[in-house]
């Protein structure tokens, strides 16, 4: 078999498998996880059903959706439709009237990196506890704890030495950071745990992470 009829075949599959969470993404936003069947998506997409099985099942599908989902808001390309956005401005206020811990330009900033994904999740409650749940479900590594990991804390990583954190020590705080805001969405997706309060969770743990270190 040719190298080049190879490619061709490896092009095509991955073509139907991007039609594939293109649908599912669809369908799993305007339907919500368990309206969505595998029947649905390979109608939308106009494959089989044998096809969508071959890229995965439910709980993988909608993995791959937040692995794209979340890469887009990490560029910078997504933007929550206006019903959504109007959710999130609309989330009632921290109990208590908590107010968020970050205070500097850079709190502020690392604060503001996170948001995006915060309010994604806010729009999308329900579909993002199943994302959760569905996390403790698949096997493998998903993106959001590899290459989507890693360019997010490499970003927090130059936030923090921008303000004279020292490299090792702004490195295993992005860690942290980026633990942080797993840990809270997962909290929140357990919970009755509103916008305003994650964000001030994380704020909290901001302003922990941004005092100056430098080695003893």
């Known amino acids: ?31 919500g996880y368990k309206a969505t069947t595998v029947r649905g998506i390979a109608k939308h997409a106009e494959v089989s059903v ?27 390309t997504y933007t929550l439709p206006a019903r959504a956005r109007a959710i999130t401005e609309e989330a009632p206020p921290a109990r208590g009237g908590a107010k968020p811990a970050a205070t500097s330009a850079v709190q502020n900033h690392l604060v503001g990196t996170f948001l995006p994904f915060l309010e994604f999740f806010a729009a999308h409650e329900d579909l993002s506890r199943d994302y959760a749940a ?27 030495i921008s303000i004279g954190i020292s490299e090792a020590y702004s490195q295993a705080s992005a860690v942290a950071l980026y633990d942080s ?15 305003h309060e994650a964000t001030d969770a994380l704020s909290q743990s901001i302003a922990f992470h941004t005092q100056l270190r430098r080695p003893v």
């Open 1 to 31: 078999m040719s190298t080049e009829h190879v490619h061709s075949r490896t092009s095509r599959r991955l073509r139907t498998e991007e039609k594939i969470i293109s649908a599912a993404a669809d369908l799993f936003l305007e339907l």
């Open 134 to 160: 569905a996390l403790m479900r698949v096997a493998g590594k998903p993106q959001v704890f590899e290459t989507l990991a890693t360019d997010l804390q490499d970003k927090l990583s130059s936030s923090l």
């Open 181 to 195: 805001y797993l840990g809270i969405l997962f909290r929140w997706a357990a919970s009755d745990m509103s916008l």
């Open 50 to 76: 044998g096809r969508v099985m071959a890229a995965g099942d439910k709980d993988v599908l909608l993995v791959r959706c937040y692995d794209r989902w979340i890469g887009q808001l990490q560029s910078g």
